[in-house]
Nanobody, 122 residues
Framework: QVQLVESGGGLVQAGGSLRLSCAVY????????MGWYRQVPGKQRELVAA???????NYGDSVKGRFTIARDYAKNTVYLQMNSLKPEDTAVYYC????????????????WGKGTLVTVSS
């Protein structure tokens, strides 16, 4: 069983910063990519940032230049540093572990955290 534990959400004023963390626990051989997605009521979940096992990164257009994703391979943890936050960044942020292998010949599976709420006040 794989469990993703997110932390770091909360309330912040516009222009402020927050750092989200997500640790992956369980019997894991490797993780292809880790990322953060966000969702607001009535809208589809959207990519915020992702990082592959080769450290390639991908950001949503609305967060480029403000958010930074980083990964600690030893701890199976991914971080999202969010700067210059805007009210439109308010959402539930979900951590994802993508292409998780439990063994060398395993089929990759995706796992999701339960989400952490980020609220940016104007």
């Amino acid at each position: 069983q794989v469990q993703l534990v997110e932390s770091g959400g909360g309330l912040v004023q516009a222009g402020g910063s927050l750092r989200l963390s997500c640790a992956v626990y369980g019997s894991i051989f490797s993780i292809n990519a880790m990322g953060w997605y966000r969702q607001v009521p009535g809208k589809q979940r959207e990519l915020v940032a992702a990082i592959t096992s080769g450290d390639a990164t991908n950001y949503g257009d609305s967060v480029k230049g403000r958010f930074t994703i980083a990964r600690d391979y030893a701890k199976n943890t991914v971080y999202l540093q969010m700067n210059s936050l805007k009210p439109e960044d308010t959402a539930v942020y979900y951590c994802a572990a993508l292409g998780v292998l439990h063994g060398p010949s395993d089929m990759g599976m995706d796992y999701w955290g339960k989400g952490t709420l980020v609220t940016v006040s104007s």
